[in-house]
């Protein structure tokens, strides 16, 4: 059962790009959460999402960013006209439905922006 | 407003020996807790947790002491291995809510051999 996959794993973007990242949770996990790591900081919750469902999205900037989960593919999180304080580390995280405890990490997506 | 925080930022022991890693809380709603070790460029990997209604679990050399009254948490690693060197997350969460995790800032252990 292969983990939870990001890619890409690495992300340069100039201002005002836009940067796509994908996660594919774990087979049989229908729960997502989106985390943010900034340099010398924790994790810090941005997004949890179920399948074409947005659950809380009470972590997320208000402006720039979105995320989504369709009924196939991966869950993407969107920065829109990215600016240098995005550049961070971005985990996702997947839960199977029977134990919402248990949170899976994937290895993360690391996004410079110049 | 940190709800979660782990005020020592590194930790250094001697292999063998007991590393202790603290957490506190400030959030009496939350009712699970977890501990995480994360190697540079990797993802979090969990490492333990335990329940509210606990005091105590213990997992090989690892064990998670729970002191609801003080709200706080540690992590006892015994005998420490220099494989053990990583940075180590506390985290907290809430059964009622979405199950996010609230995490601290991390405490990086060096074990020397």
């Known amino acids: 059962n292969a983990g939870v996959m990001q890619n890409p794993r690495h992300l340069v973007r100039r201002r005002g790009q836009e940067a796509r990242l994908r996660c594919s949770p774990m087979k049989g996990h229908s729960h997502v959460y989106w985390y943010r790591q900034l340099p010398e900081e924790g994790l810090k919750f941005m997004v949890y999402l179920q399948k074409e469902n947005i659950i809380d999205e009470s972590g997320m900037p208000k402006e720039r960013f979105s995320a989504e989960f369709p009924k196939e593919g991966p869950s993407i999180l969107r920065i829109q006209q990215v600016v240098r304080g995005d550049s961070a580390a971005y985990f996702c995280?997947?839960?199977?439905?029977?134990?919402?405890?248990?949170?899976?990490f994937g290895p993360g997506t690391r996004l410079t922006v110049t | 407003d940190q709800q979660v925080k782990q005020n020592s930022p590194s930790l250094s022991v001697q292999e063998g020996r007991i590393s202790i890693l603290n957490c506190d809380y400030t959030n009496s709603m939350f009712d699970y807790f977890l501990w995480y070790k994360k190697y540079p460029a990797e993802g979090p990997t969990f490492l333990i947790s335990i329940s509210s209604i606990k005091d105590k679990n213990e997992d090989g050399r690892f064990t998670v002491f729970l002191n609801k009254s003080a709200k706080h948490l540690s992590l006892h690693i015994v005998p420490s291995q220099p494989g053990d060197s990583a940075v180590y997350f506390c985290a907290a969460s809430v059964a009622s809510g979405t199950y996010k995790y609230i995490f601290g800032t991390g405490t990086r252990l060096k074990v020397l051999a």
């Open positions: 995280a997947s839960s199977p439905p029977t134990s919402r405890y248990e949170q899976y």
